[in-house]
């Protein structure tokens, strides 16, 4: 009988054990465990994405594009995609992306290295043969440590050292935040990337290694200093709500990492502040070579109607259309650029749109003129995507100017089989921010609705029974 239970209860131990090893911060990561999981979520990852992919978008995803370090290889995959798709895909990498970071750490730490080697899983490139060392590296020593076996009494003394390691994980965000921003004039990964994870990291260093506590308050307590830095930033008037906003779903999760990593460095490490000063010497170095290395790319966002109307009365709306009505929206009443009317001067090529919107006005001169088909143009200059949330006046961070650029947009129209007109939207933009897989996620859906709002506004107009042309004046 008693065997029988054992026999029960052995999957369910096994299970537990794998989860623990790939979440948790306490049990030694052997190779061949290392090599067998990496392995298996690696394949089970590609086979999800790749089957999602084809039956969303109709692209096959190669192996060579899953392993590629260059990440537009792979953004240009979900191109048309629908919007939650590339949301999905960065909460469904989050895990995986924990999963590696601890194992590695681990390992490395297993093996005889200091922690700080197994990090180098983040780097592109470096990242498989990363791995794959670590995987052959035998086990030298067996991770022990407080946490894993002490209750921890909060004394004053750990209120101190966390007060410390808050404080400190804020001076390295301005400092960050100052050469990357203000000295470089980039928003790189070394920013939102990089950044996080050291303030977490140096917080828990710091807080452990004068009196040590749990490993889940190490977590909080770097998603706390990332918190507090959007304060501190939306405080002294550097950034405002609207992009603290949009950093927060990536800044926040990487803190709580770097809380993790800080926890497992001070316990493991005889000085643990010696790598990490290193570090901190290393990152402001990636920001300026993240500013030479890093190409010009160009995005597309193309949104469609299809409208209940013949094709040359749709045509005359896009050349001609009404004032558009002050938005209902959330996002655009709280400072996104919404677009309000449109106006041509002349025909033909030459002729120069112009669009108004609640931040300014893009100038566009017209470069392709087939009515009823298409309609092209240039940007020539254009305002700030948005306004920025904040208790100051006249905020105006970095980053509105020029990060986000639209450089061409288009109107094609065609008929449809069945009666009617398609009206298809799009634009061609570049973006100073990165990791672009991330903040393409943004800028797709801003962009998004505003397409949407200027292609109903126009098929609205177009299948009222008298469309014609109307003045824009």
């Known amino acids: 009988m008693n065997n029988l ?5 052995r999957p369910e131990s096994i299970a537990r054990g794998v989860l623990v090893g790939w979440f948790g911060f306490y049990a030694d990561v052997p190779r061949g465990f290392y090599a067998t999981s990496g392995f298996a979520l690696m394949l089970a990852k590609y086979l999800l994405e790749v089957t999602v992919l084809w039956r969303v978008v ?19 995959l979900v191109a048309g995609a629908p919007d939650w798709l590339g949301w999905a895909w960065f909460l469904w990498t989050l895990p995986f992306l924990w999963i590696a970071v601890t194992m590695s750490l681990r390992r490395a730490f297993s093996a005889g290295h200091s922690p700080w080697f197994g990090l180098l899983i983040l780097v592109p490139a470096v990242n498989l043969c990363t791995m794959v060392l670590l995987a052959i590296l035998p086990n030298r020593r067996k991770i022990e440590w407080l946490d894993a076996h002490s209750t921890i ?31 470089f004039d980039t928003y790189g990964a070394s920013l939102f990337l990089g950044t996080p994870i050291l303030m977490g990291v140096i917080a828990a260093v710091i807080t452990n290694s004068v009196a040590p506590t749990t490993i889940s308050t190490s977590i909080w307590l770097g998603m706390l200093t990332v918190i507090l830095a959007g304060g501190v930033l939306l405080a002294f008037a550097l950034e405002g709500v609207i992009c603290i906003a949009m950093a927060a779903p990536i800044a926040l999760p990487l803190g709580g990492l770097g809380g993790a990593i800080g926890k497992f460095i001070a316990e493991t490490t005889r000085r643990p502040l010696g790598g990490t000063l290193a570090v901190l010497v290393f990152l402001p170095g990636w920001t300026g070579i993240e500013k030479s290395v890093t190409p010009k790319r160009e995005w597309t966002v193309q949104t469609e109607v299809n409208i209940d109307a013949d094709i040359d009365q749709v045509w005359e709306r896009v050349i001609h259309f009404p004032n558009l009505a002050q938005p209902d929206e959330w996002y655009f ?8 009317r449109a106006e041509i001067d002349g025909t033909g090529v030459g002729a120069v749109r112009r669009c108004i919107f609640t931040t300014g006005v893009f100038v ?3 470069t392709a003129w087939d009515a009823p088909y298409r309609l092209a143009f240039d940007v020539h200059s254009q305002p700030a995507p948005m306004f920025e949330m904040t208790p100051y006046r006249d905020l105006h961070p970095p980053h509105l100017d020029g990060a986000l650029r639209s450089t061409r947009g288009e109107f094609v129209l065609e008929r449809r089989p069945g009666g009617g007109t398609r009206l298809v939207g799009r634009t061609w933009y570049q973006l100073d921010m990165f990791p672009h897989a991330y903040w393409t996620l943004w ?6 609705r505003i397409h949407r709002r200027v292609l109903t506004h126009v098929k609205q107009h177009a299948e009222q029974p008298t469309a014609g042309p109307t003045s824009t004046n």
């Open 5 to 9: 239970h054992a026999s029960r209860d």
């Open 153 to 183: 009494h909060r004394t004053v003394l750990h209120y101190r050292s966390a007060a410390l390691g808050l404080v400190m994980g804020l001076v390295i965000a301005l400092v960050m935040v100052g050469v990357s921003v203000y000295a």
């Open 333 to 340: 009443r709280w400072g996104i650029a919404c677009p309000l």
């Open 443 to 448: 800028s797709d859906l801003l962009i998004h």
């Open 364 to 366: 566009e001169p017209i």
């Open 58 to 76: 109709g692209t096959m995803m190669t192996p060579l594009e899953f392993f590629s370090p260059v990440l537009s290889a792979r953004e240009e």
